[in-house]
């Protein structure tokens, strides 16, 4: 079923409720991939409802970034959703999730403050917005979110507990193209040339893995190792390298337990992210 209204979705949630069902909330800003479908088929597994938004976030866009050129097809994506076991589809308007002179922000501090949110100061305040408002508009038991996207996961997390929000966050793993680039709605914009080049970013982190699997543990030597990778491909231009406390997001010179290797790199036009978590077994 494909609803557009808050109040009918919320309606809805209530017979859901009444009847005892678990509810589970996929987010996703549309033109759905196979990481979307692996959310989707993981919550539809573990819960008895599963409401999937569809929604082009009109403030996640900056100035020079590409919101009225984004790629949208709510046909196909609801199919998408209803094919994967999806009860409900939330496609609203943006008049409809936010109101005229809307006045309310939510910042979360120290984790925005290198990788992305460095780059996108105001970024991670409009995803917690718009987040806890399908928190509140669905109340999920649980909400599914990828790995790909790992600052915004540590982010939202840490709104969810620091805001009493009933809601349990459930991280998954990357999804993969065949030959190792993540998926990405972005990837429709790189050409064929510049798909092959994307594969970079992968390999490179694949290369950094295999050191630290070697016992090398200079963190130094793995950034370097990443940068002198990605610079071999003439279509690649770094944007960030860095490898951060996986919990708090904080630079680190060594390892003391579990780190976060984190990569935004332009092909062309295309800015692409992709990382990877190390845990030092002690």
Not at 28 to 35: A, D
Not at 178 to 198: M, T
Request: hydrophobic share 40%.
């Amino acid at each position: 079923m494909l609803i557009k209204e808050i109040k009918s979705l919320r309606n809805i949630i209530k017979d859901w409720k009444k009847e005892g069902y678990s509810i589970e909330l996929v987010t996703t800003m549309g033109f759905l991939h196979e990481g979307h479908q692996t959310l989707i088929k993981k919550a539809v597994k573990e819960n008895d409802k599963v409401v999937v938004s569809v929604f082009v976030n009109p403030t996640q866009f900056g100035p020079n970034e590409y919101f009225n050129s984004y790629p949208r097809d709510i046909e196909k994506d609801f199919k998408y959703c209803m094919d994967s076991g999806a009860s409900v589809v939330f496609n609203p308007s943006s008049e409809e999730m936010y109101l005229k002179g809307n006045c309310t922000t939510i910042n979360v501090s120290g984790l925005t403050d290198f990788l992305c949110g460095s780059k996108r100061p105001v970024h991670f305040g409009v995803i917690c917005l718009v987040v806890s408002k399908f928190l509140n508009i669905v109340t999920p038991d649980k909400a599914y979110f990828g790995e790909k996207d790992a600052q915004q996961l540590v982010v939202i997390k840490r709104m969810v507990k620091d805001l009493n929000i009933d809601t349990e966050i459930i991280g998954c793993p990357i999804v993969r193209e065949n030959y190792g680039l993540a998926k990405s709605s972005r990837n429709i914009y790189l050409s064929n040339e510049e798909r092959k080049s994307a594969l970079i970013l992968n390999e490179s982190l694949n290369l950094a893995k295999e050191e630290l699997a070697k016992g090398n543990l200079n963190l130094k030597n793995i950034k370097e190792l990443i940068t002198s990778k990605i610079k071999s491909e003439h279509l690649a231009k770094i944007d960030y390298i860095e490898i951060v406390n996986s919990e708090i997001l904080q630079p680190v010179e060594q390892i003391e337990s579990s780190i976060l290797i984190a990569i935004a790199v332009f092909i062309g036009k295309t800015r692409l992210i992709d990382n990877f978590t190390f845990k030092l077994n002690i």
